[in-house]
């Protein structure tokens, strides 16, 4: 009986077919058709910046819109927009060829790119430029042999041995993809070097790191003049493991922007929501676990999981060990439209991290008016009082916040309205103007904005 049981299990669990799959993203096309456009009101204007000097950045990156997997690029892209605005230049280096969302006064480079007139050819001997395969941010290979080793060598080497960049005021390097480079130009240069943390290997790998990532992380800590981290709970992490003194430690918090579409979509089932990353450290599992309790109550519910990952067999396998196989929609990855389409849709946007060093996807649900539920460990918190916390680990506190939500309409629009204003009282022009200021400890006689 055990092992009928066990094998109708699998049989449940296996792949969506083509029909369905074509289904759910017919389903997605027609949310995002009927979607009207609505553009949010504008957020308060931020405080004026301070006398700033005009600033040449060389930002180390990895991933850039419009191809980016998670939070990483999204932070580059708005960060490189904003200082370009107040009159800052910014050379972005990634090992991707493009294209890149255009930003006026962002220069990219890359291996294998156009070389700038006041570029030194190839020193004799060389091999030549790295061509990769150069694998996503946050990708979690078996192990850290070829080609994935090999290609953070290329790519970091590449990034030591530039030329041509003799008016640069500063390196800014975006977690440990590019510490070894970046920490080696910046010597050459002659100029400081600054650090942005997004999460730490302690944070990806649930405790078990990689020995070379956290090396590589070291390294780039230990070298940075400043360490700018995305939440409290994630300084705190980087005092305590990785021992960097509070002197260095700089807290800024990530953003959105106002949402062009605001309309919502409110025929059908009602809809539970999460957006990100099939990885351990987003909790899906307990999402599943927590809407499986809810539809209990609410059968008509659908809970919908936007994004691709390495937990995705085991979601699949879990959703039909309970049962709820058939109200789950998985999507795989989804385009920005239809991330708008889904957050019009949804009713409740739940992310349940084991650990979240910020949080981007829920300040989006929470900037469309979509009542929000997160993990106590998200860095989103720190920043959003209302919103729902609940510990990672409580599958049944989880549903009975979304219950509450779905069954009174009075909370559930008043957790919307309130977490919007949460979610859009500072934007990235104010994340930006804190970043200068980070930059200004660091940098003097730089050359002057004009009036």
């Known amino acids: 009986m055990a092992e009928r049981k066990q094998r109708t299990s699998r049989r449940s669990a296996k792949r969506p077919s083509a029909a369905e799959l074509a289904w759910s993203r017919s389903t997605l096309d027609e949310l995002t058709r009927d979607l009207a456009w609505s553009r949010a009101p504008s957020p308060p204007p931020g405080r004026l ?20 997997t998670g939070g990483l690029g999204v932070h580059c892209y708005e960060l490189t927009r904003e200082l370009t605005r107040m009159g800052h230049r910014v050379t972005f280096l990634t090992p991707f060829p493009g294209p890149f969302t255009e930003v006026p006064g962002v220069t990219f480079r890359w ?10 050819p190839s020193s004799p001997g060389s091999e030549g430029e790295p061509s990769g395969p150069w694998p996503a941010s946050y990708d979690r290979p078996i192990d850290l042999s070829r080609p994935y080793a090999e290609a ?19 390196v800014h390097v975006h977690d440990w993809f590019g510490t070894v480079g970046g920490t080696a130009l910046a010597r050459k240069l002659r100029v400081p070097m600054v650090m942005t943390v997004h999460s730490t290997e302690y944070d990806r790998s649930l405790g078990h790191p990689w020995t070379e990532i956290l090396e590589r992380e070291q390294l ?24 960097v003194p509070p002197s260095k430690l700089r807290v800024i918090y990530n953003a959105v922007r106002p949402p062009e579409r605001l309309a919502r ?55 039909a060990h309970l049962g709820i196989a058939d ?97 859009l009282r500072e934007g990235w022009a104010e994340r930006a103007i804190e970043t200068v200021g980070v930059y200004a400890e660091l940098t003097s006689g730089a050359r002057s904005l004009p009036t």
């Not at 989804?334 to 992310?351: C, D, I, K, Q, W």
């Not at 929470?366 to 919103?387: F, L, Q, R, W, Y």
């Open 265 to 319: 979509l409110e025929t059908g089932a009602r809809v539970v929501l999460f957006l990100g990353r099939l990885t351990a450290m987003k909790g899906v599992d307990t999402f599943l676990r927590a809407g499986a309790r809810v539809l209990r109550q609410l059968p008509e519910l659908l809970l919908v999981v936007a994004g691709e990952g390495p937990e995705f067999p085991h979601l699949l396998n879990l959703a």
């Open 111 to 120: 291996p294998g790119g156009p070389r700038l007139p006041t570029e030194r």
């Open 49 to 68: 910046p301070p006398a700033v000097r005009r600033l040449h950045v060389l930002m180390v990156g990895w991933e850039f819109p419009p191809h980016h």
């Open 327 to 423: 109200r789950v929609m998985f999507l795989g990855k989804v385009t920005e439209e239809e991330r708008s389409g889904l957050l019009a849709r949804a009713s409740v946007f739940v992310l349940p991290s084991v650990v979240e060093p910020f949080g981007i996807a829920a300040l989006e649900a929470m900037a469309a008016g979509v009542p929000t539920i997160v993990s106590k460990t998200s860095g989103v918190a720190e920043v959003a009082k209302n919103v729902f916390a609940v510990d990672f680990w409580d599958s049944e506190e989880f549903a009975s916040r979304i219950a509450e939500l779905l069954e009174y309409p009075t909370l559930w629009h008043t957790m919307g309205e309130r977490g919007r204003d949460d979610a």
């Open 220 to 243: 780039g800590l230990d070298a940075a003049d400043r360490v700018i981290a995305v939440s409290r709970h994630l300084m705190a992490q980087l005092e305590e493991r990785y021992r």
């Open 152 to 170: 953070m060598t290329d790519y970091n080497g590449w990034v030591a041995e530039l030329t041509g960049l003799d008016d640069i005021d500063l």
